[in-house]
């Protein structure tokens, strides 16, 4: 009799779960959008006539602006006027598009060791961050720091070096 209970509240069981399935959805719904919709232009195509770029995408920023990236000495984190003439023209692009956040990408040459490097690359990365604020809303600035791991020129010499010692600013592109 015992049997046959069990088997009884099993099939109940079975019966319950089965009643409570969820359907699959006709239709799925879209994916999330790849990029954020630009800003409101503010000014005149920023490319030339029959151009495809976007005014406030990445292609327009690397586009309109002189770099995306300021370079500094070995072991420093501090701004070379040319640095700051950089981090001034992508200010001015930025105040154009107000709705375009960026994330500024510290780096470091392949000298010293990880933990010395993730150091200096999140200096570098603050450095041009707190430059860039006092012209701009600081709330759309991130930062990251990749020390040696992502260098941009292979080599062991002062000319590969120099050019992995970098800030490099990122126009975020998804959300």
Known sequence: MQNLTTKLLAAAALVAVAGCAKK????????PPTETTPAPET???TGPVGSTVVPGSKEDFLQQVGSDRVLFATDQYDLSGEARATLDSQAAWLAKYPNVRITIE???DERGTREYNLALG???ANSAKNYLATKIDAGRIST???GKERPEVAG???GAW??????????ITGM
């Open 122 to 124: 999140d200096r570098r």
């Open 144 to 146: 990251v720091s990749y």
């Open 106 to 108: 510290g780096h470091a």
């Open 162 to 171: 120099a050019q992995n010692r970098r800030a490099v600013t990122v126009v």
């Open 24 to 31: 699959a959805p006709e239709q799925l719904p879209p994916p």
């Open 43 to 45: 000014s005149q195509p």
């Open 156 to 158: 062991s010499d002062e």
